[in-house]
């Protein structure tokens, strides 16, 4: 070998015995949680599998107005069904964790009116209470009339439910979109007040 | 400033001033050394340095030695074959540190870092004047060596007006780490890396015929030159003739650049041997190899020289930087082998060790962690292999490299040609799975993000990181800590007496006699594992590749390649016989 071997390191501890002392401290002063700021509301997509929350306290039946213009659901005060008649829907909320977005979304899933048998609220009503227990799609079928129901071939990790109550999160997802008295734009506008 | 170095019983500011030999090795000229606190200053001409056994001053435990790079100076300490010093300070190396993220890298020369602190300097034409007196000659007059030795001592003083300047916000201990590490790259730098010297003269001589015929041969399949010049709509017709409609376009032209090519030829192999020409033809100077007389390749490796303090060695001199199929000429001379020995996914072991995932650590302990996470994650069954599920592998082997870099799921469908359904899915399992990882980088990133700086594990940082772009800083981890693990182990292995040829990125290239070779490259991985745990806390595993004389060296992606030009040259060569 062309090159000199010979070593001109003075003898001195290996690094391996000097190095531990030289390591610094990663303290991590910023941390980044997200803040649930928004709750979207509404049927999960169709390419979305979808679990829901089982547990007894995260649903609700209550009332929900679809402006079906703005593509917006309003919560109904208890005090205001009567203000709103038919105009307000029956409905049980359920919390759902969607994947692959990770997001969780509120779904108002409306219950069938007079008892008449409606096999696209049926169906949806089956694949939110199959959700409690595995994931599932709904994809609807126009032709058939009802939503089919999809399980995921393989298995899917857990769904990754909010620490918050269900109350705050129905006041984020339902944050400026609550009905509670006569003079609200939407009761003003069904009375034609404007 | 003295309480800092107060340790010290002697700090000796020092300078030389060289030359350089055929084999690239330098050769000193004289020196200047100055004591900081008796301002003893010893000057030595090259006759009296050459007579020296050891450096003549106290280079002991109890002594300092401060200089501003110090890979020039202890590489004159190997060419006299003087002792190392036990403890060195390079200025070189804490400017870098002190100026990481806002100075462009042409700022880090001894007269920037002077200037930026408001220190008076000599005049950059007189030092280059000087420097070309010093590198023209072999002897000079009486007069010329006393204006050298002057020249040199402006860069003593320059030293010294430095250090109190600097000194407040040096770590020393960190910065001594740091020096031990110039004296690995010393090391490395004299050995240098083998190759065939006679073929890389004949490739040299023939170099432009050799284009050209390889131009010719190549392009058969391709069909895109108009003799040496690239075509684009010849190339614009071969994509339409293989049904490739999804070539990058910007402003209405195809992107021809290195990296796209490089990732389209990544997902379409028929694209290799023309992306290999490209960069044989845009980017290989042959002759800007630095090959010494004794047919080694010496550079620079330039240590600290990215953002991130990985070295970076030109690469247009350094072998291991034009293309894979030039390492080809990489060849250990008679008697000895060389290895090439990495980390395996190196860069996996960091964020796994660091963030202290389990589930990421378990996919890294297992041998294949690509498929591990393809397991984990549920998207392939428990039985799974590489062999039976390789599209989802390599999937999930670019979302694990990916991931540090920011990469997206839109990043993921282009990268590996999947349907970006198909790439949410597997990142929204990357995310599921890994969860304490991801909390970790977050974490990592909005630290550094408020308070301006990310640190590797031993200190080197970036500053400025407030206003960087989240995808370099989510990569800092993972590169700053490589580079770590590099130091390490090059300290270590140079220190044991390897014969580290050089560094290169995740990997050394070593070289021993055949008698010694296997025990070295046992004792190389086995120091590289301990780096690999000092800094990440994983048994970080490696690889070695040996190659024994008469044999060379050859990178997998460059063999078609370099057979090619094997096999032009030799047709040339009896064309002109």
């Known amino acids: 070998m062309p090159t000199d071997p010979t070593v001109p390191f003075p003898a001195r501890p290996s690094i391996f015995d000097d190095i531990e002392a030289l390591r610094q401290a990663t303290d991590l002063t910023a941390t980044t949680r997200e803040i649930m700021s928004h709750l979207p509301i509404g049927r999960p997509g169709k390419e979305e599998f979808f679990r829901t929350n089982p547990r007894p306290d995260m649903s609700l039946v209550a009332y929900v107005y679809e402006d079906k213009t703005e593509r917006k659901q309003y919560f109904v005060a208890p005090n205001m069904r009567d203000t709103m008649g038919l105009y307000a829907r029956q409905v049980l909320i359920s919390v759902l964790f969607t994947w692959p977005s990770r997001v969780t979304r509120i779904y108002p899933v409306p219950l069938a009116l007079d008892g008449r048998a409606n096999p696209w609220l049926e169906t949806a009503r089956d694949a939110v209470e199959k959700a409690k227990k595995e994931w599932v799609k709904m994809v609807p079928d126009q032709r058939a009339g009802f939503y089919r129901i999809f399980m995921p071939s393989g298995d899917l990790p857990e769904p990754e439910w909010s620490d918050k109550t269900f109350s705050e999160l129905l006041e984020t997802a339902f944050r400026g979109l609550v009905i509670t008295s006569d003079d609200h734009p939407v009761v003003r506008q069904l009375q034609g007040l404007t | ?404 870099y920011g990469m997206t799921p839109q990043g993921l469908a282009m990268a590996v040609k999947i349907p970006l359904a198909d790439a949410r899915e597997i990142y929204a399992r990357h995310r599921a799975t890994y969860r304490r990882f991801w909390l970790w980088a977050d974490d990592r990133l909005t630290t550094a993000q408020f308070s301006g700086e990310i640190h590797s594990e031993f200190g080197w940082k970036q500053l400025g990181t407030s206003g960087t772009e989240s995808g370099a800083l989510k990569n800092f981890p993972a590169q700053a800590n490589g580079a770590e693990m590099m130091r390490i182990a090059a300290i270590a292995a140079t220190e044991a007496g390897i014969e580290v040829c050089c560094p290169v990125h995740d990997a050394f290239l070593i070289a021993a006699p055949l008698d010694r070779l296997e025990a070295d490259v046992t004792h190389m991985r086995d120091l590289m594992t301990r780096a690999g745990r000092t800094v990440s806390g994983l048994n970080v595993r490696t690889d070695a590749v040996i190659v024994c004389h008469p044999a060379r060296f050859m990178d997998d992606a460059g063999a078609p390649m370099w057979n090619r030009v094997m096999k032009l040259l030799n047709g040339l060569t009896q064309a002109a016989a």
């Not at chain 2, 400017?95 to 300097?121: C, D, I, S």
């Not at chain 2, 003593?156 to 790259?185: H, W």
Request: aromatic content about 10%; glycine content about 4%.
């Open chain 2, 1 to 404: 400033m003295i309480e800092k170095l107060q340790r010290f019983r002697e700090v000796w500011n020092v300078d030389f001033e060289f030359g350089s030999d055929s084999n690239l090795h330098p050769i000193p000229v004289c020196m200047v050394a100055r004591e900081l606190f008796t301002r003893r200053e010893i000057r030595a001409w090259k006759d009296e340095l050459q007579a020296m056994f050891r450096a003549p001053f106290d280079v002991g435990p109890e002594a300092l030695l401060v200089t501003y790079n110090a890979v020039a100076e202890l590489s004159c300490f190997l060419a006299l074959r003087w002792p190392f010093p036990h403890n060195a300070l390079d200025l070189y190396v804490e400017h870098r540190l002190q100026t990481n993220a806002f100075l462009p890298k042409n700022q880090n020369n001894l007269l920037a870092a002077l200037a930026m602190r408001g220190l008076a300097h000599i005049d950059a034409s007189e030092k280059t004047s000087m420097r070309q007196l010093i590198m023209s000659r072999t002897s000079w007059s009486p007069a010329e060596q006393k204006a050298i030795l002057d020249y040199c001592a402006t860069d003593v003083d320059a030293g010294e007006a430095l250090l109190p300047v600097m000194l407040p916000s040096i770590d020393l201990p960190a910065a001594l780490y740091r020096a031990r590490y110039m004296a690995a790259v010393a090391c490395m730098e004299h050995i240098g890396v083998p190759v065939d010297a006679p073929l890389y003269r004949r490739m040299t001589s023939d170099w432009e015929r050799l284009k050209l015929a390889l131009i010719r041969d190549v392009d058969v399949n391709y069909g895109v030159y108009e003799e040496k010049h690239f075509r684009t709509n010849r190339f614009a017709d071969y994509l339409a003739r293989q049904n490739i409609n999804d070539w990058p376009v910007k402003s209405g032209n195809l992107v021809l650049d290195r990296d796209t090519f490089r990732s389209q030829a990544q997902i379409r192999p028929q694209l290799e041997q023309l992306r290999q020409l490209r960069t044989t033809l845009n980017e290989l100077r042959l002759t800007d190899l630095r090959i010494g007389a004794d047919g080694r390749n010496r550079c620079s490796l330039f240590p600290f020289w990215t953002a991130t303090g990985r070295n970076q060695p030109p690469p247009t001199q350094f072998i291991f930087g034009p293309a894979r199929w030039c390492r080809g000429l990489i060849r250990p001379p008679e008697g000895y082998g060389l290895a090439y020995v990495d980390w395996s996914a190196q860069e996996f072991a960091i964020m796994a060790g660091l963030s202290g995932d389990e589930q990421l650590i378990k996919a890294y302990e297992n041998s294949d962690p690509y498929m591990q996470f393809a397991r984990d994650t549920k998207l392939a069954p428990p039985n799974a292999t590489k062999h039976s599920h390789p599209e989802i592998r390599n999937a999930c082997k670019r979302v694990l490299l990916g991931v540090p």
